[in-house]
T-cell receptor
């Protein structure tokens, strides 16, 4: 079946530094979504990428969808304590009808 | 998101007990989902329903059953709970009828099976 892998599983970041988390699928995706879950909270939708090579930005967050539509990345610049949480990618395989979530990257920020 | 509610929020039960987790939504969405979250494993789909008469198994449906009582209600049952079903359970909805729809999650139910 379809597998979506995220690396790293944990990311310790010094406040103010940049980091990137990666999402890789075993199959070609029709789209990919990113969600953020704050500690003790529930996943909240951040963004969706649909086109090959697509790049979208939300303030300090940059999301990219790979040319082959099998991988994606989330880059955060100048990390802040408000960025703490777990970031999930979720993809739908081509002609599929449901999301498959990656294992998530848990981000911890050191002040 | 207050539009999707789950009850109970926390539950401790014993091995072999039957337990039901309930989800209600006021978003008017047709599609509803039950996920299970375990550390490092992300969110795994248990069951999903695209409308009241449609029920589908997800990737980890064994040991679980569901009921879609109405458009707004989707319940998850553990017929005979076992300790490895200890997890955080989320209900989610999506509304536009497309696979690419955003999913809206409830606050979660933390279940402990002793």
């Amino acid at each position: 079946g379809q597998q979506v892998m995220q690396i790293p599983q944990y990311q310790h970041v010094q406040e103010g530094e940049d980091f990137t988390t990666y999402c890789n699928s075993s199959t070609t995706l029709s789209n990919i979504q990113w969600y953020k879950q704050r500690p003790g909270g529930h996943p909240v939708f951040l963004i969706q990428l649909v086109k090959s090579g697509e790049v979208k930005k939300q303030k300090r967050l940059t999301f990219q969808f790979g040319e082959a539509k099998k991988n994606s990345s989330l880059h955060i610049t100048a990390t802040q304590t408000t960025d703490v949480g777990t970031y999930f990618c979720a993809g739908i395989k081509a002609a599929g009808n449901k999301l498959t979530f990656g294992g998530g990257t848990r981000v911890l920020v050191k002040p | 998101d207050a539009d999707v509610t789950q009850t109970p929020r926390n539950r401790i039960t014993k091995t072999g007990k039957r337990i039901m987790l309930e989800c209600s939504q006021t978003k008017g969405h047709d599609r509803m989902y039950w996920y299970r979250q375990d550390p490092g494993l992300g969110l795994r789909l248990i069951y999903y329903s695209f409308d009241v008469k449609d029920i589908n198994k997800g990737e980890i449906s064994d040991g679980y059953s569901v009921s879609r009582q109405a458009q707004a209600k989707f319940s998850l049952s553990l017929e005979s709970a076992i300790p490895n079903q200890t997890a955080l359970y989320f209900c989610a909805t999506s509304g536009e009828g497309r696979a690419t729809d955003t999913q809206y999650f409830g606050p979660g139910t933390r279940l402990t099976v002793l």
